[in-house]
């Protein structure tokens, strides 16, 4: 069955930088289009960014674009999302996603 598991999450300050990574198995990751949604406290949960199979193509919501990058190594069935100039308004809990499956989440926290 699918699995998704992320990692990477944690307490940053405000301008800082964090990479989450999210471990796919259960499918064939390299024909896989590959999303990120996170879901803030007390909020529903939005779509942040998707890469194309091969990592040629991505797209960004518009609160995160210039500041996030959605990645993928078919070799190592993971897909990453390297956030740069974090604000506090990106605390939340990230999720990778694929065709209906979610991972556990990871937890970023951008505090002063």
């Known amino acids: 069955q699918v699995q998704l598991v992320e990692s990477g999450g944690g307490l940053v300050q405000p301008g800082g930088s964090l990479r989450l990574s999210c471990v796919a198995s259960?499918?064939?990751?390299?024909?896989?289009?590959m999303n990120w949604y996170r879901q803030a406290p007390g909020k529903g949960r939005e779509w942040v960014a998707q890469i194309s199979t091969v990592g040629d193509s991505t797209n960004y919501a518009g609160f995160v674009k210039g500041r996030f990058t959605i990645s993928r190594d078919n070799a190592k069935n993971t897909v990453y999302l390297q956030m740069n100039r974090l604000k506090l308004e990106d605390t939340a809990v990230y999720y990778c996603?694929?065709?209906?499956?979610w991972g556990q989440g990871t937890t970023v926290t951008v505090s002063s």
């Open positions: 996603y694929y065709r209906g499956s």
């Open positions: 259960g499918f064939t990751f390299s024909s896989a289009v």
